[in-house]
């Protein structure tokens, strides 16, 4: 702004985490009725390991172990 004068300067400022994010996903020993929870669920397998995955809710997800 042109002529403000003894403006103080912006600083940006820092916001906790959004709750939204910190969701963990579930650790179980069977995944079978996790994955009829909800039709969109899907069974994956990536390194070794077991997941349920959903990409319209994302909180359906799970791993196996």
């Not at 990409?55 to 196996?64: E, I, L, M, N």
């Amino acid at each position: 702004m042109v002529g403000v004068t003894g403006s103080i300067p912006v600083v940006p400022t820092i916001r906790p985490p959004c709750l939204k994010w910190l969701r963990t996903m579930k650790v179980r020993n069977s995944l079978k009725s996790l994955r009829s929870r909800h039709r969109d669920n899907r069974l994956v397998r990536r390194k070794g390991r077991i997941y349920i995955i959903n990409k319209t809710h994302r909180r359906f997800k799970a791993r196996q172990g």
